[in-house]
């Protein structure tokens, strides 16, 4: 019965600002639409699409499409909803907060989510309007995009679907489905699911990549799951689909890795959208064309490959009415037909024989092309010469057979680079995806080593080809071949059935502790087909090593219902080699594949060595005595790769297909004992040493991010804070081994068997010596970081001593129970890029902030600037860091044309940094007129002076102005965020800490800007300074607030968190809550007072503290209260136009 297939299709490569864009998204939806709608039409459905794109894609229109378009499908029908975009999280409100540990939703970033008013599509609103569909409508979602991610080490150019959280809060009201539950009730429950399938692009923890493939630039999701539904024409179940679809995404992007989950496991083995094509018939037909020529009834849709180099599809001929027993058998062969062209619907050929324009031939699929890999070399000159000179003379006298050179990398599989250093010369390799090396280098620049570049090359074209090896004209059920893996646990070896095509497994501990103990298991095929069949199994491991020894001889015959175990029936042991974990790679994951043939051929042929061993070929004779087929050939060629893909004589067309089973095998790093002396050192691997501890008892290990963060899935967290996921880029691991193959280096500490956990204090802290795989740069910074099962804790700092990289733990947190019912702290070591170089400045510095960023710091050049100005403006920094970004704010937001650039409204902006630690802030404040006197700026100097001043920088300039008389230099003060009350902080790194903490655990209510975060991280690297005189009772403050009226204009800007949120009591405790933490554990001195939280301030300073200037002044303070927090002044429209609003008229 014909149905109807809606889809609601959605490509969003432009937004709102300040969204960035994307480049795949509209290119994901053009492609897949013609895809679906060929295959659709093709199995007589009607095809019923609605694409929104760009523009057109606002959250209301989404909606609408759901209700109004998808709403239309009756039971039988079948609606499609695609999404190719950002993905991001949001605050949810408390309603959810049982249902989302993190308190975050995940959500779809429309056009307009991120524009005033606007929101994003969250996952509790698309799981509300699939329930609202009409019963018996079979449901499929789709997403290519990220809702979260941590910093990516890319050298190559590879772009990311993900945008930070929006921290704005959202009322429970708000969401589609609540209707008008008041937002006081916390006891929601999620609505029973609407029966659908959800296939996303990557975990919750990656990030789904988009890359230039096929020349276009796209999601990588997307384009693997269009070409495996194009190569795939039968009804593919589920299960199938996302099998080739994540077997092709985890081959081509680094740690990314698809996921599906339907609302009932059943669900796995439908068929994809209810079945999108008509079963492949066993043969297809070839006619004349008058336009055209010769044609053949499959293209692009039926999974005919476009023709590559010399490489092309081969049909054999047959007339119309020959049986398909004699065609498979030659009888009555009349020729071969080429592929010119491939169309979506249709091939056209060429012939090798004259053929009656008026007649119709069978056509069966005799010869796959096997398109060499493409390769792009890149770096030394001379090196290249070398390698271009190998390649050409690869096969003695002429080029490779197996690569080919591509001109730019967007087309490349594998980017080679030339390398020649004082240090050495050397040929690396690289996934044009990936910035982790593929394989070892080859070291040197000669004729030898450009040889065995090119070899090593060739060497993972035929692991690849391998992989891919699939038959687009055998129906998936056709042959009906099963292959079972078991999982052989306990001593008696008990086989357990993996229900899954994924086995994830890991190593066991032996009598003595060690991780020894390699996981099993066994290997079973089965012929449920009524025909007999040759069997192979290879397998495919990430050292490019093809095994082919599963059965004897290569190759197994299994009559129809007969089975057979691989290895006589003997469990295999998996492992991770101790060479690898020795680099600290701790996975390996290797692919089973499964080759079953109607026809005999020899396995064997696929076999070869890891790469890390020198190549040795394959000798191709064979004993057996098996005729030839076309599968034989194929399997030949893989090794041989010759020209020749016409049929030989006698030659079978074999009927063939493939199967595949992923294993992932873990091995964690052995421990070691924290020592009891403090002299002592414990190597818990190359890269790390743990000094000892006179009271702490622990075991301590190092691990991987990724496997330490399924873990910390498994508990309900994640290992990366919403901080660290929102800042890609910002924040990044700090590797200490390099990793392989798009895996993740060494980067957690892992400590077991806590005890005396709390005897970690600053005064007796836990220091570790790390030696990362590149030193630390001048603009980063690291933390360590640890969760405690409800927060993200930064625990410690980090300094260079004695040439190595210490890190000092200051606290430890109860330990958690992880998987394996061992409790464990889990220390991530994070690498923060504050934007700006560290710099040594000569304090105090009066210097010019340039329209193009750049400072003038010259006294005689900014003196002869001063004297040429009228209107001049000064920044003043406070407690965190220097003016770089409160200057760079004069020029306005990026991309948000409704912030003025307050820099059009002065003819010069000055900047003041000093030393704001150590020196008294009256100090500080002389300072300031000095330099200004020295720059022509004293009394009576006649121009406009406007002063902005943040934080602590406006008591400096308040001192100046009231007590030195600084009211006779400037003529306006903006003070933003000064605590002109007092600040509720004991020290510096107090607040320095608390303020990082709130941030790592998304109570900041606002997006932080790298130099903002590395300048909190600089603060915490700090001596532990005190804030005597931002003490409310200080004598600096009670002679500040009682001195005289100055005379002169002053705007103070008190930011309000409370206005950034409709649940500020919920914040409010939930800070408290966390400061207390903090200081449970000593991170902070338990002086500290929470109370700061339980009023309105800006995360740093009470609002009414702000606001303190004593009364009656003439002209009246003017204040503002602005929408944002102590970190956003200068980084936000709400505070940027408060200022602009300030000096209006100023």
Known sequence: MARTVYALLVGIDTYLKPVQPLSGCVGDIVAISALLESQVRAAGDTWMPLQLMNEAATRPAIIEGFRRHLGQAKAGDVALFYFSGHGSNEKCPPEFWKTEPDRLNETLVCYDSRSPGGRDLADKETAELITQMCKGVH???????????????????????????????RPFSEYIGTGTRSAAGTDWTPPPQGPHILISACRSDELAKEITLGGKRRGVFSYFLGETLAQSPGALSYRQVFKRVNAMVRNNAAQQSPQIEPTDLSMLDLPFLGGLAKSTEEYY??????????????GAIHGIPEPTFEETTVFSLFPHNTPLDQCRRKIGLLGTAKVTQVEAGRSLVSCSVDLSPDTVYIALLSGLPLAPLKVHFAGDAAGLTLLRGALATATGTAPSLFVREVPTADNADIQVHAVNTASGAYFSFFRTAESVELIARVADHTAGSAVKAVKNLEHIARWTRITDLTNPAEDADDLKVRLEVYNVVGAAGKEELVNSTNLRQEYGKDAFGKWTERPRIKVKVANDSDVPLYCTLVGLTAAFEVETGFFTGGTMLLQPGQAAWAWQGKSFRMSVPAVLTEAGILETKDVLKLIASTEDFDGSLLSQDALELPYAAKKTTSTRGIGSSTLFRMVQRVQTRSFDLEPEEGEMISRWCTREFHITTMRPLDSAAVPSSPEAVASVHSAIQVLGHPSLKAQVRVSTASVASRDVLD??????????????????????????????????????????GASVTRKDPLRIRLTPTEPLKDDEHLVPITHDGKYYLPIGHAAMKDGALEVTVTALPAPQNTRSLTSAVKILFQKLKSKYLKTVYEY???????????????PQQVATRVATAQRIMLYI????????????????????????????KYDLVLTFDYENLHTPIEENARLLKARLAAAGLAEGHGKTLHIVAHSMGGLVSRWFIEQEGGNKVAQHLVMLGTPNGGSPWSSIEDWAISTLTLGLNGLSTVFWPAPALGALVSLVEKADVALDQMNPRSDFLQKLNTGGDPGIPYTIIAGNTTLLSPFASENAAQRRSLIDRLKNLNLIHATTSALVFGTDNDIAVTVEDILKV????????????????????????????????????A
């Open 715 to 756: 508990d309900g967290g994640l290992i990366a804070p919403p901080l660290l996921r929102d800042n890609a880029g910002t924040w990044e691991p700090l590797f200490l081994s390099e990793g392989t193959r798009g895996e993740p280096g060494l980067s957690v500490l892992e400590l077991h068997n806590v005890a005396e």
């Open 139 to 169: 449901v499929t979602i789709i997403f290519d995009c990220c809702h979260s991610g941590s910093g990516t080490r890319n050298l190559l150019d590879i772009g990311v679907r993900q945008v930070p959280t929006d921290m704005r809060e």
């Open 285 to 298: 037909t070839l006619s004349h064309s008058s336009t055209a020529g010769w044609v053949i009834d499959a």
């Open 877 to 904: 920094h406070g407690i965190i860091g220097e003016t770089r970004d409160m200057a760079a704010s004069s020029a306005g937001l990026p991309g948000d044309e409704e912030v003025e650039a307050l820099r059009q």
């Open 1110 to 1145: 004593p009364a009656g002044r003439t002209p009246a303070v003017v204040s503002y209260e602005v929408p944002c927090d102590h970190i956003t002044y200068f980084g936000t429209r709400a505070g940027l136009q408060a200022l602009s609003k300030a000096l209006e008229n």
């Open 844 to 858: 105090p510095l009066l210097a010019i902030h340039e329209v193009d960023g750049s400072s003038t710091t010259t």
